[in-house]
């Protein structure tokens, strides 16, 4: 039965031109981003919807004063399986980055632009194919009349791009009832070229600004004053002992080791005969789940003062930003191996399950103890001038996830 929902997705190709066009011309931007936010998308699609003859069709409004409609569209969608207690939930969001700079484009970013089996536009790959694959699903499952082993539901979400709040961080804290706990989830939102990258997993993140202070003066004199610039110099190259402190090793991860990084330094003095008094610099750590973040922080403080009494400096951290890890989704867990055979039987390629340094939706479902995982082929153009997508990696992708209703 599903080989007719298969067969039927093969066809489509002109239904992802269609979609993607009217997508594009419709740019959805967050109000931090300088735009009015998904409405006029998500119109778009609550009609679309309608007309493929879709009838459990919820809109979601969260609250938002910024935006002149003042709310942020969230738009759930559900076909009916043969066992309705069970759901796969697709998740994708419709609001877009800016095109930044537009000299940077070859053609239009917010027209869409085919060239073969590829089509160009700000969102055509984040997150509109993700989005147009669920939704051809669904068409092809009702033109089909195809009834799924589970349901099928969908959800369109706001405000991805800066931050969740308004999009699925409010559906699952706000309107958890939607979820059920068998329900499996896919945020077709990352991913590898050649299809092979499920995420099941993300490090800590932990960003850190250090501050040494010493005592500016002359630096023909440097004997009156504590200079801050050695301070920081052996602050950083001695940070690096975390790596031995922290050194668990994990397979699941690329890389497979915690990472404390020293990224941004700022400027100290303006001249070079002042010898510095003040330097701040910022470490970026990725650390594996497991690791407590606060073990961490308690690591960093020994190193500065140890750097603190060598060097008569006095060495302060603050943290900038802080994300600990959600629970991981199970290698074995029936999301993954549900995907892992439907990429095998559409792509012919192993999928393997693996961790990133941080950073996606997934997490907000992993800490209310859901298995979600990310995936799809993606070529990686996200938020780059010249966004492209593929035409066939959007239906293929569509084939995948009816795989997943088997
Ligand atoms: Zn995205």
Same mark, same amino acid.
């Given at each position: 039965?599903?080989?007719?929902?298969?067969?039927?997705?093969?066809?489509?190709?002109?239904?992802?031109?269609?979609?993607?066009?009217?997508?594009?011309? $419709?740019?959805?931007? *967050?109000?931090?981003?300088? &735009?009015? %936010?998904?409405? @006029?998308?998500?119109?778009? !699609?609550?009609?679309? #919807?309608?007309?493929?003859?879709?009838?459990?069709?919820?809109?979601?409004?969260?609250?938002?004063?910024?935006?002149?409609?003042?709310?942020?569209?969230?738009?759930?969608?559900?076909?009916?399986?043969?066992?309705?207690?069970?759901?796969?939930?697709?998740?994708?969001?419709?609001?877009?980055?800016?095109?930044?700079?537009?000299?940077?484009?070859?053609?239009?970013?917010?027209? $869409?632009?085919?060239? *073969?089996?590829?089509?160009? &536009?700000? %969102?055509?790959? @984040?997150?509109?194919?993700? !989005?147009?694959?669920? #939704?051809?699903?669904?068409?092809?499952?009702?033109?089909?009349?195809?009834?799924?082993?589970?349901?099928?539901?969908?959800?369109?979400?706001?405000?991805?791009?800066?931050?969740?709040?308004?999009?699925?961080?409010?559906?699952?804290?706000?309107?958890?009832?939607?979820?059920?706990?068998?329900?499996?989830?896919?945020?077709?939102?990352?991913?590898?070229?050649?299809?092979?990258?499920?995420?099941?997993?993300?490090?800590?993140?932990?960003?850190?600004?250090?501050?040494?202070?010493?005592?500016?003066?002359?630096?023909?004199?440097?004997?009156?004053?504590?200079?801050?610039?050695?301070?920081?110099?052996?602050?950083?190259?001695?940070?690096?002992?975390?790596?031995?402190?922290?050194?668990?090793?994990?397979?699941?991860?690329?890389?497979?080791?915690?990472?404390?990084?020293?990224?941004?330094?700022?400027?100290?003095?303006?001249?070079?005969?002042?010898m510095p008094g003040r330097d701040v610099v910022y470490i970026d750590s990725r650390i594996l789940p497991g690791i407590a973040i606060d073990d961490v922080l308690?690591?960093?403080?020994?190193?500065?003062?140890?750097?603190?009494?060598?060097?008569?400096?006095?060495?302060?951290?603050?943290?900038?930003?802080?994300?600990?890890?959600?629970?991981?989704?199970?290698?074995?867990?029936?999301?993954?191996?549900?995907?892992?055979?439907?990429?095998?039987?559409?792509?012919?390629?192993?999928?393997?399950?693996?961790?990133?340094?941080?950073?996606?939706?997934?997490?907000?479902?992993?800490?209310?103890?859901?298995?979600?995982?990310?995936?799809?082929?993606?070529?990686?153009?996200?938020?780059?001038?010249?966004?492209?997508?593929?035409?066939?990696?959007?239906?293929?992708?569509?084939?995948?996830?009816?795989?997943?209703?088997?």
């Amino acid at each position: 039965m599903l080989q007719s929902v298969i067969d039927h997705l093969s066809l489509a190709a002109e239904d992802v031109v269609s979609l993607q066009r009217d997508l594009v011309a $419709l740019p959805a931007l *967050g109000p931090i981003n300088g &735009g009015q %936010g998904e409405k @006029d998308k998500a119109d778009y !699609l609550l009609g679309y #919807l309608t007309r493929i003859g879709l009838t459990d069709v919820q809109e979601i409004k969260v609250p938002d004063n910024r935006v002149p409609c003042g709310y942020r569209p969230n738009i759930v969608a559900r076909i009916p399986g043969q066992d309705t207690s069970r759901t796969l939930w697709i998740m994708s969001h419709m609001d877009v980055v800016p095109a930044g700079d537009e000299s940077l484009w070859n053609t239009p970013p917010f027209e $869409l632009h085919r060239d *073969g089996d590829l089509i160009f &536009g700000r %969102g055509v790959e @984040d997150n509109h194919q993700g !989005l147009v694959s669920s #939704l051809l699903l669904a068409k092809a499952l009702l033109e089909t009349n195809t009834t799924p082993a589970i349901n099928l539901g969908l959800a369109f979400v706001a405000d991805e791009e800066t931050g969740s709040g308004y999009g699925l961080g409010a559906l699952v804290e706000d309107h958890g009832h939607l979820f059920g706990p068998e329900d499996l989830f896919l945020i077709p939102d990352g991913g590898a070229p050649q299809s092979d990258l499920i995420e099941i997993a993300e490090k800590s993140q932990l960003w850190v600004k250090a501050t040494v202070t010493g005592k500016q003066c002359h630096a023909s004199r440097p004997h009156h004053g504590i200079n801050s610039l050695r301070g920081v110099a052996a602050l950083i190259l001695e940070l690096d002992q975390l790596h031995e402190l922290f050194p668990d090793n994990d397979p699941l991860f690329s890389p497979p080791i915690s990472t404390f990084t020293p990224t941004k330094k700022e400027a100290n003095v303006d001249n070079i005969n002042t010898m510095p008094g003040r330097d701040v610099v910022y470490i970026d750590s990725r650390i594996l789940p497991g690791i407590a973040i606060d073990d961490v922080l308690a690591a960093m403080q020994r190193i500065g003062d140890q750097v603190a009494d060598q060097y008569a400096v006095s060495v302060a951290f603050q943290v900038v930003q802080r994300e600990d890890a959600a629970p991981i989704t199970h290698p074995e867990s029936d999301i993954v191996t549900r995907l892992k055979k439907a990429i095998k039987q559409i792509y012919q390629v192993e999928a393997k399950p693996q961790g990133i340094g941080g950073g996606t939706v997934a997490a907000f479902l992993r800490r209310k103890g859901y298995d979600a995982v990310v995936w799809s082929t993606l070529m990686n153009f996200a938020h780059q001038p010249n966004e492209q997508a593929s035409i066939s990696h959007t239906l293929k992708d569509a084939q995948v996830m009816a795989c997943l209703l088997a």
